[in-house]
């Protein structure tokens, strides 16, 4: 499997259509440059597009409701990216919804081995990038009995009433993950919301 192997289909929960922000405008998303540097192929952007990505993000894709609005980036080679904003209709909504977020990325790899029975999954947190209301940063390695090796970072990060999940992935390992790099680009993606 390949880094969007650790995309998983799942089934999203409807929710509420959100209203943008009062004085706000839409979210912005992060630009191609704005994503840890690939060391021989620059990174390509898709459109802002409503609705879920095809791919789901891994651990967490099943939570996001139709409300959601995605921009998906990848290089030439095997590494891929996707940012997912959520606006809530109101702060203490978007709270839980970041909760939940976080709840499900904390159980990840447990719940990947357990509904993939032929899958070796580790995870590790990396802590919490201080911008706006927070953003905390999870890897997850994927080896599959098969022979694939995928490694995957993610973070959720928000800004008042908008929620923002990052996920950045390609064939290796956790020791293979820029993580430094990853944290600059959640801040830049929570940052750029507003």
């Known amino acids: 499997m390949t880094a969007a192997g650790l995309c998983v289909a799942a089934t999203a929960v409807a929710g509420p259509a959100a209203a943008a922000p009062s004085g706000g405008g839409e979210p912005r998303f992060l630009d191609a440059r704005e994503l840890p540097p690939h060391p021989t ?70 719940r990947l081995e357990k509904e993939h029975p032929d899958v070796k999954a580790e995870q590790k947190y990396y802590g919490k990038v201080n911008v706006e209301e927070g953003a905390h940063v999870y890897g997850v390695h994927t080896a599959w009995d098969w022979g694939a090796s995928d490694v995957g970072l993610l973070a959720v990060g928000r800004d008042g009433r908008t929620v923002t999940l990052v996920q950045w992935g390609q064939m290796g390992t956790l020791s293979d993950a820029p993580v430094s790099k990853f944290k600059t680009t959640v801040k830049t993606a929570v940052n750029k919301l507003y």
């Open 41 to 110: 192929s620059a990174w390509k952007a898709g459109p802002v597009t409503p609705g879920q990505p095809d791919a789901l993000p891994v651990c967490a894709g099943e939570a996001l409701p139709s409300t959601s609005v995605y921009r998906t980036f990848w290089t030439e080679f095997d590494t891929n990216a996707v940012q997912v904003t959520v606006v809530e209709r109101d702060v203490q909504r978007a709270k839980e919804f970041a909760g939940l977020l976080r709840k499900k990325l904390d159980t990840c790899a447990e």
